[in-house]
């Protein structure tokens, strides 16, 4: 496991603001501060056990440490869009989206089309409308890059 359960809770404090990440750097015993690398390396850790609880800790931190979302993260999110074993696709799609990341438009047509036996009707209807959107944003914006 990736994160034990006082880092799970630290990390639910953090978003949900009950502490500053200031505090939450103080209290958490690991390097988020200092190791640039510590989403890169978590990330690698946790798509290796396929362990979708820590992926979805990971994405809550990833935001407030403000790690960048660099080739080195993008050649792990791209796969990672069209898993099956985690249910964080939403985020990640929008990371892709984010990052105008053209290599990223076949996992996002392969996640549009699969059905992902952990999300309802609604999930899968709004996953499938944000992979739809990414694809058409990301396609727009290299299109412009050309003209």
């Known amino acids: 496991m990736e994160f034990n359960e006082s880092e799970k809770a630290l990390i639910l404090s953090l978003t949900s603001e009950k502490i500053t990440l200031e505090e939450f750097l103080q209290f958490f015993a690991r390097s988020a501060a200092t190791d640039k690398n510590f989403i890169l390396d978590a990330l690698r850790r ?3 056990t396929k362990d979708a609880d820590s992926l979805t800790y990971l994405l809550y931190l990833w935001g407030f440490l403000k790690e ?17 074993w985690h249910k964080d696709h939403e985020w990640i799609v929008d990371m892709l989206k984010d990052a105008k990341d053209a290599a990223a438009l076949p996992f996002l047509v392969t996640a549009a089309q699969a059905q992902y036996p952990q999300l309802d009707e609604l999930d899968q209807t709004s996953l499938q409308k944000r992979c739809l959107y990414a694809i058409k944003k990301i396609s727009n914006d290299k299109t412009e890059v050309l003209e």
């Open 46 to 48: 946790i798509v290796a």
């Open 68 to 84: 960048p979302v660099d080739e080195a993260r993008l050649k792990i999110l791209r796969p990672l869009v069209a898993e099956q």
